[in-house]
């Protein structure tokens, strides 16, 4: 890990919260010119510690109104690679996330729907038809509140 100091850290929430933020009005809020304040955040970017930018979309108003979570056993882990499922799965437009986990099921997905017809039409003719899916667990997202990372 990098030694990262108060500011530094005070940087990294503040982009977090909103990564659009300039430099110049990172500088002011922390006491920094504006060159300072840029330098920081380059070198942050340079040592990994910030990685990329991320836009957050509102799902239900682009019409995707149903979020569904995804436990997916594979049947046959030996017959068919994990590489061959995932490229499969992440060419599915709907799958917004796929994550190889341990535990009961191989893989999390989180797949976005415009409603529970949309969503049961995305399971059975193009999660189900996946090589090598077997058990298959649905959870309904119901809310959603986003939590401040771990700084």
């Known amino acids: ?6 500011i530094d850290l005070g940087l990294i929430r503040a982009l977090a919260e909103d990564a ?8 002011r809020r922390f006491d ?9 955040i380059r070198r942050l970017q340079d040592e990994g510690i910030l990685v990329g930018r991320r836009l957050d979309l509102d ?14 056993k594979l049947a046959t882990k030996g ?6 499922f995932e490229r499969a799965v992440t060419a599915i437009p709907e799958v917004q996330t796929v994550e190889h986990v341990l535990g009961l099921y191989d893989y999390r997905l989180r ?3 415009r ?18 899916v077997g058990d ?8 959603e509140e986003r939590r401040p990372g771990p700084i």
């Open 32 to 40: 920094l010119s504006q060159p300072a304040a840029w330098r920081r």
């Open 136 to 143: 298959v667990e649905a959870n309904v997202l119901l809310s």
């Open 111 to 113: 797949v976005a729907a």
């Open 59 to 72: 799902r239900e108003k682009l019409g995707f109104g149903v979020t569904v979570f995804l436990g997916i």
């Open 1 to 6: 890990m990098s030694d990262l100091d108060d």
């Open 115 to 132: 409603d529970l017809a949309d969503f049961e039409r995305v399971l059975r003719r193009r999660i189900m038809t996946l090589p090598g």
């Open 79 to 84: 017959r068919v690679s994990l590489d061959d």
């Open 20 to 27: 659009t933020q300039s430099a110049s009005a990172l500088g």
